[in-house]
DNA sequence: ATTTCTATATTGACCGGTCTATAGAGTCAA
DNA sequence: TTGACTCTATAGACCGGTCAATATAGAAAT
């Protein structure tokens, strides 16, 4: 399961822990490339177009992140409810453990960069689709008709969105955990 | 009421247009002296700390924007669901007129900037704050409790905030709609 | 009224450094 | 020998920031 540690997975790893943390733009390929020890030949070789292939891998790669750690609160959590608390108290703690600088491993990357980029772009709509398709089936699972479980997992994403973006200003926790309240 | 158009008010105007569309480390000073038509010499006369300087008179300029916003809906919508539904119908619009480019005026510059910055960040925080209090009159006034009309003021524009960033992503406003259904 | 002086406001040429990306030779295991 | 991978050097654009030179407005002096 887990990844071996090729050149590349540290590349896509690094790429994913410093977009999230300081953003796509003011990250530059020198600071990843030291961090994650790989040379500057394996990152044209691995990703032709560059930073922007880079960014689209660590999306992708941040993709699988919330995935596992949504399917592993819906398998503990079956009440909605319950499930809403507990991955917002996740979110939580990553904030406080990174003194509020690792928020949404995918947004500043994509308020930077979408629409602009199609293929950033596309990234983030399947990260959406995927993180939102995920939610809906702890809703449906507990009895919820289809259509609304939709729609109250879409609210509920944007809702933790705003909440990581605020918490991160004010530097509290206390934004995410008021998500929990709305539901 | 209108700033008159020194080079001054045509920099922060011209920063916070562009950090609202690319963000703040994509948005060199270049472009933004071309576009303001501003000398150079002047950004340093005004803003003698720099971009950083010239980010913080843009994010307070645009939390006036917002200030002004809120306080015409709240003008011609008491209730506080009419205020709500205005309220996204305002930021819709503006996803719409700018092909999904034109989100929230600081969510960028702070996912890219908070809490690094002090400077920053406190104008953040007082763009949250001054936001926050102005919808929690609108709730008050309609008779709601303080302490609850400051905790839902709190969860909408978290709502809204989250909604703005996948409305760019999906290049749809659907997500803002749906924001007013949550309350 | 006119000139001179002075403090403030304003300006663009210039700086060193960093950015992403490319080129092409070299390395090494299968 | 082949193909996957890495290295060094370099290109050329752009970065934020500095600073000496200039313009201007108003006070002071004549």
């Known amino acids: 399961m ?18 999230r943390r ?20 394996s990152l044209y070789y691995y990703f032709p177009t560059g930073k922007e292939g880079l960014a689209e891998a660590a999306v992708e790669m941040a993709t699988d992140l919330i995935c596992n750690t949504i399917s ?18 996740v979110y939580a703690g990553w904030m406080e453990d990174s003194n509020f600088r690792s928020g949404c491993p995918i947004a500043t990357t994509m308020l930077e960069n979408a629409p602009q980029s199609p293929v950033l772009t596309k990234a983030g709509e399947a990260a959406m689709d995927r993180w939102m398709a995920l939610i809906a089936d702890v809703f449906e ?11 109250k997992s879409g609210q509920l994403v944007a809702a933790i969105e705003g909440a990581l973006l605020i918490s991160r200003i004010r530097q509290s926790t206390k934004p995410i955990r008021d998500v929990a309240d709305m539901f």
Do not use: W
């Open 2 to 19: 887990t990844e071996k540690p090729s050149h590349r997975t540290n590349l896509v790893l690094t790429a994913m822990r410093l977009f």
């Open 22 to 41: 300081q953003g796509y733009a003011s990250t530059g390929l020198q600071q990843i490339l030291a961090e994650s020890k790989a040379p500057k030949g």
């Open 72 to 89: 592993d609160l819906a398998r503990d959590h079956s009440d909605p409810k319950d499930f809403i608390t507990a991955y917002c108290n």
């Open 141 to 151: 699972t507990s009895g919820m008709p289809s259509e609304e479980a939709q729609t």
